[in-house]
């Protein structure tokens, strides 16, 4: 299995008062590395081109994302913020995708796990938000419905919070499908079950304290299906784990097991209809504890799935 990450993602420093911070690229890092010395293939992650990022952004967001900058800190808006070395990190992240997705799409490997930052998900086609700058998990997905003509892509998203970014840049476009389980309550405040795009998204809101029965139920009765019925040729995923009970920003009550679950049964969808072609983008996750632990069952279970597949 094949890990994308950049030295450049540690560099992005919103300040020491925020949640998303280097700390948390470091504690995934580090419990891949313990849980999995010899299992996985790291790689550079290459910084994406201004081509790739106009697929899915206006100029006028690239040019902000990318203006260099000499302050110690600027306010994007009241949760987003950048350093020196954000625009280089935003570039390799959104270039970690890319390079992932032709890995796979070339027959390297069918699974890859980009460990960067800053995440994505929130990030529209032209407003950086909700500590996003680029939205790399569409980046990624407009990259391989352009180079490799894909007709059916699947973006799913078990970040506890809505992705409103991908939602915005594919919601016209039915090559791209959105599936994604998010708390009801929560920043954005997006992501309503009647939310039909071009018959291409299902959203489905889980109240507070869901805990694993009730994900795992929704996720088992209407989310897999759905993503069964698409058969997708490749699968793409938002892998938040803000969803964790440890986590200060969410109270969905899962634990890791739950992500070490929903990766078994996502990975077995993409053995049925797409080679078994994964590619996994972290997103959220803000007690490092419970994110070192929810990484390596999420890349444990691609792992044991591709082992038990052999």
């Not at 995708?97 to 086609?125: N, Q, Y």
């Not at 954005?188 to 795992?216: E, K, Q, T, V, Y």
Request: hydrophobic fraction near 45%.
């Amino acid at each position: 299995m094949l890990v994308y990450t950049h030295p450049s993602c540690l560099q992005h420093d919103p300040g020491p008062d925020h949640p998303e911070s280097p700390k948390r690229l470091q504690a995934v890092l580090d419990a891949l590395q313990a849980a999995f010395p010899a299992r996985l293939d790291w790689r550079q992650a290459p910084s994406a081109k201004r081509g790739d990022l106009a697929r899915v952004h206006d100029a006028e967001l690239i040019d902000l994302v990318l203006q260099p900058q000499t302050a110690d800190l600027r306010q994007i808006d009241m949760d987003t913020r950048t350093s020196p070395g954000s625009a280089t990190a935003a570039l390799h992240a959104a270039g970690a995708g890319i390079a992932a997705v032709d890995a796979v799409m070339l027959g390297e490997d069918p699974l890859a796990f980009c460990a960067v930052r800053p995440p994505g998900h929130h990030a529209t086609a032209s407003t950086a938000m909700g500590f996003c700058l680029l939205n790399n998990i569409a980046v990624a997905a407009a990259h391989a419905r352009d180079r490799y003509g894909l007709e059916r892509i699947a973006v799913v998203d078990f970040d506890v919070h809505h992705g409103n970014g991908t939602q915005d840049i594919f919601q016209l476009d039915p090559r791209v499908a959105y599936y994604s389980t998010h708390q009801a309550g929560l920043f954005p405040n997006s992501g309503l079950r009647r939310d039909r795009g071009a018959g291409n998204l299902l959203n489905i809101l889980l109240p507070p304290g869901s805990g694993s029965l009730r994900f795992r139920n929704v996720w088992a009765d209407e989310m897999l299906p759905a993503i069964d019925d698409f058969r997708p040729q490749l699968l793409l995923v938002s892998a938040g784990f803000d969803a964790h009970l440890r986590d200060p920003q969410a109270d969905l009550m899962l634990e890791a097991e739950d992500f070490a679950w929903i990766t078994t049964e996502l990975h077995a969808l993409a053995r049925r209809h797409g080679g078994g072609r994964v590619v996994s983008m972290l997103e959220g996750g803000y007690d490092l504890q419970a994110l070192a632990e929810s990484s390596v069952a999420h890349v444990g279970a691609l792992l044991d799935g591709r082992a038990g597949a052999a």
